[in-house]
C-alpha cells in the first residue's frame, strides 16, 4: 500500500473525492424511511431499522465507511456466494455444477421449485444454497466433525475478509431453525428428486445452512470480503490468494444475474455490477478491479432488498460510471 502511495499508482487515484461523493449519496439515502424490517424472526424483527452503514475497500487496500459499519449483523444470504466460493475452489466447477444450475428462477428465494432438470436453478436462493452447504458438507473434507467443519467454514470467511473476525449468533441460529419449515420443505424436496451427493444427511445439511445464515459480522469486514472478489480473489489487506481467478467470475456472474432476488434483472440492467442482498439487510457489492463496498440497512422492499442499500447503488451509478456495458 505504501509503495503503491509512493508511486501514486493507486486504482482510485482520487480517494479523497470518491469518498466525498459516497458521503453525499449516504445521507441522501440516509432519509429514506421506506421499508421494513425482516419479521420471520423476533430476532430481526427488533434490530433498529435506522442503522445505516457504508464500508468501502479498494483492490489496493484503501478504506473508508460511514454510519453503523461496526454494529455485528448475521451473514443471512449475503452468506451464499461466500459458501459458493469455497465450494467452486476446493470441488472445483465441474462438480458443482453437477449439482446446481445457472438460471435466475425468477421466483421468490424460497419458492419450492427446482428447474428442468429437477435441480435448484442457481446457488444464490435457499434451495441452492442449502445443496451448496451439503456438498462442503458430504464432499470436502467428509472426514472432519460437524464442528471442525463449522470451525473450517469460518476460517475461509476470514481468509476472505483479511482475517476480521467473524462471530456466530446462537439465538438467531435458534430461531431460524425454528421457523425453518419452508427451507425443511425444500430440504425433502430436493432429496426426494435425489439432489444431494450420496451420504447427505439432510438434517445436520440444514443445521450446517442456518448457522452459516447465523454468522455474525459487520458492514466493515464484508467491504473486504467485497473487495477480494474484485480482485480477482486476492484479498487487498493481506494479499492472500485466497481464490483462483475462475473461481471469483463464477462467482461475480452469478451475483450479476441472480443476486438480488427477483429484482437482480432490474438490478443488472439499471446497476450493471455483481450484488448479493440478504435479509439481514445487507448488499454485498463488487466492482470489479475497482473496490468492495458493503452496505448495511435493515429496512426491506417488498422483494426482499435493502431499501436504503439499492437507492444507494443506482444513486452511485448516477455519479460513477461503473456499469459493465
Ligand atoms: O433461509 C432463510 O430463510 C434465511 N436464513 C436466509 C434468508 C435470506 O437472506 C434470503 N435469501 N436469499
Same mark, same amino acid.
Given at each position: ?127 441452492? @444454497?442449502?445443496? #451448496?452447504?451439503?456438498?462442503? /458438507?458430504?464432499? &470436502?473434507?467428509?472426514? =472432519?466433525? !460437524? ?120 438490478? @443488472?440492467?439499471? #446497476?450493471?455490477?455483481?450484488? /448479493?442482498?440478504? &435479509?439481514?439487510?445487507? =448488499?454485498? !457489492? ?40
Amino acid at each position: 500500500l505504501i509503495a503503491r502511495a509512493f508511486r501514486h499508482q493507486f486504482v482510485v487515484p482520487d480517494f479523497l473525492g470518491f469518498t466525498k461523493d459516497i458521503e453525499e449519496i449516504y445521507w441522501k439515502c440516509k432519509s429514506n424511511t421506506d421499508g421494513k424490517v425482516a419479521s420471520y424472526i423476533p430476532q430481526l424483527a427488533r434490530v433498529n431499522p435506522d442503522y445505516w452503514g457504508v464500508a468501502v475497500c479498494t483492490v489496493d487496500g484503501q478504506r473508508f465507511s460511514i454510519g453503523d459499519v461496526h454494529v455485528p449483523f448475521t451473514l443471512q444470504s449475503c452468506s451464499k456466494p461466500l459458501t459458493y466460493a469455497v465450494a467452486l475452489e476446493k470441488l472445483t466447477q465441474k462438480v458443482v455444477h453437477q449439482y446446481v444450475g445457472q438460471e435466475p428462477s425468477g421466483r421468490n428465494f424460497n419458492e419450492l421449485v427446482l428447474d428442468h432438470n429437477k435441480q435448484p436453478h442457481n446457488p444464490m436462493i435457499n434451495a441452492g @444454497a442449502i445443496l #451448496v452447504c451439503s456438498l462442503l /458438507k458430504t464432499l &470436502v473434507k467428509p472426514e =472432519i466433525t !460437524l464442528a471442525e467443519k463449522f470451525d473450517y467454514t469460518q476460517n475461509w470467511f476470514q481468509k476472505m475478509a483479511g482475517g476480521e473476525n467473524f462471530g456466530f449468533n446462537n439465538s438467531v441460529f435458534l430461531s431460524e431453525r425454528e421457523a425453518a419449515d419452508r427451507n425443511y420443505a425444500l430440504g425433502f424436496y430436493m432429496r426426494e428428486h435425489k439432489v444431494f451427493p450420496e451420504k447427505t444427511n439432510l438434517r445436520e445439511c440444514l443445521d450446517f445452512y442456518f448457522q452459516i445464515c447465523s454468522m455474525e459480522t459487520c458492514a466493515d469486514s464484508m467491504s473486504v470480503v467485497a473487495a477480494t472478489l474484485a480482485n480477482g480473489g486476492i484479498c487487498p489487506i493481506t494479499d492472500e490468494k485466497v481464490f483462483r481467478p475462475e473461481v471469483v467470475r463464477d462467482v461475480l456472474s452469478l451475483m450479476h444475474s441472480c443476486g438480488m432476488y427477483d429484482y437482480s434483472g432490474q438490478f @443488472a440492467f439499471k #446497476v450493471g455490477l455483481p450484488a /448479493k442482498s440478504g &435479509v439481514c439487510g445487507g =448488499i454485498l !457489492l463488487v466492482v470489479p478491479n475497482v473496490a468492495g463496498i458493503f452496505t448495511w440497512s435493515p429496512p426491506l422492499d417488498p422483494c426482499g432488498n435493502s431499501v436504503r442499500g439499492v437507492q444507494f447503488c443506482e444513486e452511485l451509478l448516477q455519479v460513477f460510471n461503473f456499469h459493465r456495458y
